[in-house]
């Protein structure tokens, strides 16, 4: 029993959730936290949805506990525990249970009251019933999530005492082993309290503060950190003031490659509109395959310059011919043609009806002018052996009417072609997957306007950043929105973001995500807009405090729809390199792109490279063709992640991996394309 995954069942109590399950945000949350944290014990087995009505809610956590094949181990809710007059969980939840569990609920709320006192406006409730745990939670996502954290570990412990394991075998060894096994320490929460030592037990270098700034210390010296890294369960409370924040950060240590993973998972999904066939229309990505409307050349075309004539059975066109018509590129009717006369006609005009082949001026000799001198009457041809369809561009020779021209996920380039493909055959609109309009907000009191005049006084920063960004983000195509610098207060960076929210899709911002009194952004997300914080921290160099979030918002037409923010570090160094590793994939997974992201190339160095003994890092370089047509990579110089400088003509990311000892010159690594590649090194 002990080895097999404990078996969970999930009931949403919710009227609005059990009409329109789309509306529930709780499912996922609280499967992520038994994935994530519950160390692989915990098998999310069934999730059923109820209105408000205690009735509902007994038959079926019945159902449950009494009825089902297989025993389940644990049985959640979620909604209905606050005091409005349908909130009625509690009283459906406590008739049925055999035996009440006041230390869970104890601890939920414990955790809950450290979090805010409002956790007292809960009403949770905890026992048990055959074999089975019930606990009920908040109807928030992120109160239950708390909640569930809270008491995450120590529940399987009371499952399997619940199960019927004996407990003199499941005691042995006393309290101390049921912690190690829990992973758990005394005197902490029974719950969300993971050590992290496995992230990055040598983390010195981020134990900084406030950093929105563009003259952080990196690299500047080694940042020494004394103690090992422990955990708390989310951002700081802003209200608590500094002696309450968070020591270290709460968020695990994310890997690259499990950042962007989060990142594709989380973006959401491209819209599809429909787009006009004009200058605009480059950069997009299509919805659909487009057709041809009419064949291209629509009608029979010489390919030269010569005359048309009717060729004979015999192909023998030698002779002398009338030249009794003349067609032109222009359109117009043309009269027939008949064996023995020609008709002059110019590259890209009709055939004259009756028409089978072309002979080229060149092989022709004029005879005769006409009396004016202005045209061809008599013309000798030379060619013999001709054949029908000569010189003849045939209809739909070059594109068949309804044929495909243009594929799903095709991406309309300004140089490629394909306007003119979608021109030549009357296509005047088509289906596209709509660019996200991006923000870019600066925040922190010490930044001022990049072009304000006058000298800075003590303390205050240029705004690098936010002008850097947003001609990044315009030169890969995307309407970009000044949203501005955001004071540090928790009101002004919220209805900040509250405004950004109502104007675009995507929020880029920088400084704020480290661990001072004033790095509100996480806090922001989280606690003030009902955000979700996939990740807060990447192991690579620079950029390690980097967030990236996802907040549900209503659109003006009442429909809820996901905005993405991406929090970036405040260094610009930093900034840059996230937006191109982290930002742009996602706005291209947005935009219908693929694949998203910037291109990888294999690269020789041309000279040794230090690397970072503990984390990868992503070193700002300069990509040529060497004399035998090889790619080569060079440093732009010295690399930490406040020089604005060390972005200053590069093109590329070197993948340096974490180790001891340096890179030789003549080593192969992976570079990362931000622009394009140079002539020789």
């Not at 101390?176 to 929460?189: F, P, T, V």
């Not at 969300?192 to 990055?200: C, G, K, L, M, Y």
């Not at 709460?250 to 993973?261: G, I, K, Q, T």
């Not at 999904?269 to 919805?287: C, F, Q, Y």
Request: aromatic share 2%; hydrophobic share 40%.
């Amino acid at each position: 029993m002990s080895n097999a995954a404990l078996r969970v069942a999930l009931l949403i109590v919710s009227t609005t959730a059990a009409k329109d399950p789309s509306t529930d945000a709780s499912e996922g949350v609280l499967n992520d936290v038994l994935e994530t944290e519950g160390g692989g014990k915990w098998k999310l087995v069934d999730t059923k949805i109820v209105p408000d009505v205690v009735t509902q809610i007994q038959q079926q956590i019945i159902l449950w506990a009494d009825f089902a094949a297989d025993t389940m181990n644990l049985i959640l809710t979620t909604g209905g525990t606050g005091f409005a007059v349908s909130d009625n969980t509690p009283e459906a939840i406590s008739a049925l249970l055999h035996k009440p569990a006041p230390g869970i609920v104890h601890g939920m709320l414990a955790a809950s009251l450290s979090v805010t006192p409002f956790a007292m406006m809960s009403r949770p409730v905890a026992g048990v019933r055959n074999k089975s745990i019930i606990v009920t939670l908040p109807g928030s996502p992120k109160g239950a999530r708390e909640n569930l954290q809270a008491i995450l570990k120590t529940l399987p412990h009371a499952c399997l005492q619940a199960a019927g394991m004996d407990s003199r075998t499941l005691h042995a060894g006393g309290v101390k082993k049921l912690e190690a096994e829990a992973g758990i320490k005394s005197g902490g929460s029974g719950g969300h309290v993971p050590t992290h030592d496995h992230h990055h037990p040598h983390d010195h270098d981020h134990s900084h503060g406030h950093s929105h700034g563009h003259s952080h210390g990196h690299g500047h010296g080694s940042l020494v950190r004394h103690t090992a890294p422990s955990s708390n369960p989310m951002s700081n409370d802003p209200s608590l003031g500094p002696s309450r924040r968070n020591r270290e950060s709460p968020f695990p240590m994310l890997s690259v490659d499990d950042a962007l993973a989060k990142i594709k998972e989380q973006t959401p999904s491209p819209e599809i509109i429909t787009s006009k066939v004009d200058r605009s229309l480059p950069g997009h990505v299509l919805a659909e395959d487009v057709r041809a409307r009419e064949n291209v050349p629509a009608f029979r075309a010489s390919i030269v310059d010569g005359y048309a004539v009717v060729v004979p059975k015999d192909g023998n066109m030698k002779g002398v011919f009338p030249v009794v018509s003349v067609s032109h590129a222009s359109p117009g009717e043309v009269p027939p043609l008949k064996e023995g006369e020609i008709a002059r006609i110019t590259t890209g005009a009709p055939l004259p009806p009756g028409a089978t082949s072309v002979i080229m001026v060149e092989d022709t000799i004029l005879k005769i002018m006409t009396d004016d001198g202005k045209e061809e009457k008599e013309v000798e041809i030379l060619a013999d052996n001709v054949r029908e369809g000569e010189n003849i561009r045939e209809v739909g020779s070059d594109i068949k009417a309804e044929s495909t021209i243009l594929s799903k996920g095709e991406q309309i380039s300004a140089v490629g072609g394909e306007i003119g493909l979608l021109a030549a055959v009357g296509v005047a609109e088509v289906k596209t997957y709509r660019k996200p309009v991006v923000g870019v907000l600066s925040t922190g009191d010490e930044i001022v306007q990049h072009d304000r005049p006058g000298d800075l006084r003590l303390g205050e920063v240029r705004d690098t950043n936010r002008i850097t960004l947003m001609s990044a983000a315009t030169e890969c195509g995307y309407e970009v929105v000044d949203l501005g610098i955001a004071a540090d207060t928790p009101g002004t960076l919220e209805e900040t973001l509250r405004d950004a929210m109502r104007r675009v899709d995507f929020v880029i911002t920088t400084g704020s995500v480290s661990m001072g009194e004033l790095d509100l952004l996480k806090p922001t997300i989280e606690r003030s807009l009902g955000g979700t914080i996939h990740f807060g921290r990447v192991a690579m160099k620079p950029g390690k405090p980097t967030t990236f979030a996802t907040v549900p918002v209503k659109n003006n037409a009442g429909e809820r729809v996901t905005k993405v923010v991406f929090s970036l570090p405040g260094n610009p160094a930093s900034a840059i390199v996230t937006f191109h590793l982290f930002v742009l994939p996602a706005l291209h997974r947005m935009s219908g792109i693929a694949p998203a992201g910037l291109t990888r190339v294999p690269v020789t160095l041309a000279q040794d490279f230090a690397l970072d003994k503990a984390r990868p890092e992503y070193h700002r370089g300069v990509v040529s063709v060497d004399k035998h047509g090889g790619l080569v990579a060079a440093s732009t110089g010295k690399q930490r992640s406040s020089m604005v400088g060390s972005l200053r003509g590069a093109n590329c990311l070197l993948c340096l991996p974490s180790g001891k000892e340096p890179l030789r010159k003549g080593s192969r690594v992976d570079a990362l394309l931000m622009g394009g590649v140079r002539g020789g090194l």
